[in-house]
């Protein structure tokens, strides 16, 4: 028998956390789309992945703004388990979409994929502020010595590296082109996914579009989350 799933978001922490207009906005988008993506994988018994579905265009509108309550939920389903398969799938799939992560990924023998996804994501969130900035570094490095020394074929390697790591280095990739390296304008657009700061984009653009959009594509601070057990396995690099 088909059962329909809820999931609630922690209602821990201070009456100002519980209600503040960002987790109300966040938490009627999620509901709308959790029922939608609940009524396709009813309609669709025999898939072999999960289907997107419309209303989750809301939530991923909501861009980093949105990422610290999926984590949440995350994080909730890890310690009890309520997701089925496909549920699960859609969950990581939706905060991957959000994040613009792009993983390269080398699950353990007998781990289940989608949980090793789970897990990296909670633990990417937990040690973003500190290890970001440094794997951002060694990609820009990276990245600019190879451009130094022409090397086109390592330096676009080391540039999707960059991009790769999604929505979170945009203030470290802001702050260098606001510095003067007007080589990263292109990387704005190629992570977004679509132009930025014109056609081709130029400097004047992108930190125009940056003034007007850096509060919604900057991640809040996180709800606390406490979760017991075993440490969870480091975020894998790409490449």
Same mark, same amino acid.
């Given at each position: $028998? @088909?059962? %329909?799933?809820? %999931?609630?978001?922690?209602?821990?922490? #201070?009456?100002?956390?519980?209600?503040?207009?960002?987790?109300a906005q966040f938490q009627w988008k999620y509901q709308v789309w959790l029922n939608a993506q609940n009524t396709w994988i009813k309609e669709n018994p025999a898939a072999s992945f999960t289907? #997107?579905?419309?209303?989750?265009?809301?939530?991923?509108?909501?861009?980093?703004?949105?990422?610290?309550?999926?984590?949440?939920?995350?994080?909730?389903?890890?310690?009890?388990?309520?997701?089925?398969?496909?549920?699960?799938?859609?969950?990581?799939?939706?905060?991957?979409?959000? /994040?613009?992560?792009?993983? $390269?990924?080398?699950?353990?023998?007998?781990?289940? @994929?989608?949980?090793?996804?789970?897990?990296?994501?909670?633990?990417?969130?937990? &040690?973003?502020?500190?290890?970001?900035?440094?794997?951002?570094?060694? @990609?820009?490095? &990276?990245?600019?010595? @190879?451009?130094? =020394?022409?090397?086109?074929?390592?330096?676009?390697?080391? =540039?999707?590296?960059?991009?790769? $790591?999604?929505? &979170?280095?945009?203030?470290?990739?802001?702050?260098?082109?606001?510095?003067?390296?007007?080589?990263?304008?292109?990387?704005? #657009?190629?992570?977004?996914? =679509?132009?930025?700061?014109?056609?081709?984009?130029?400097?004047?653009?992108?930190?125009?579009?940056?003034?007007?959009?850096?509060?919604?594509? /900057?991640?809040?601070? #996180?709800?606390?989350?406490?979760?017991?057990?075993?440490?969870?396995p480091p975020f894998c690099d790409i490449g």
């Amino acid at each position: $028998m @088909f059962t %329909f799933l809820c %999931f609630t978001l922690n209602k821990g922490g #201070s009456s100002a956390e519980k209600d503040t207009p960002l987790r109300a906005q966040f938490q009627w988008k999620y509901q709308v789309w959790l029922n939608a993506q609940n009524t396709w994988i009813k309609e669709n018994p025999a898939a072999s992945f999960t289907g #997107s579905v419309p209303e989750e265009k809301a939530v991923v509108d909501m861009g980093p703004q949105a990422v610290p309550f999926l984590i949440e939920i995350l994080e909730k389903d890890l310690n009890n388990r309520q997701m089925g398969f496909f549920l699960q799938e859609a969950h990581i799939k939706l905060c991957i979409r959000i /994040t613009k992560k792009r993983l $390269m990924v080398d699950c353990p023998k007998g781990v289940s @994929f989608n949980l090793y996804i789970q897990e990296q994501l909670i633990n990417w969130w937990k &040690e973003r502020k500190l290890e970001t900035p440094k794997k951002f570094d060694r @990609f820009y490095e &990276e990245w600019d010595q @190879f451009m130094d =020394q022409k090397k086109t074929h390592e330096a676009d390697e080391a =540039q999707n590296k960059i991009i790769g $790591m999604g929505m &979170e280095i945009l203030p470290l990739l802001m702050n260098k082109i606001q510095k003067g390296d007007d080589r990263l304008v292109p990387f704005i #657009s190629k992570m977004m996914g =679509q132009p930025i700061g014109g056609e081709p984009p130029t400097r004047k653009g992108i930190l125009e579009w940056w003034d007007a959009n850096k509060s919604k594509l /900057t991640y809040p601070d #996180s709800p606390k989350i406490k979760r017991p057990g075993a440490k969870l396995p480091p975020f894998c690099d790409i490449g």
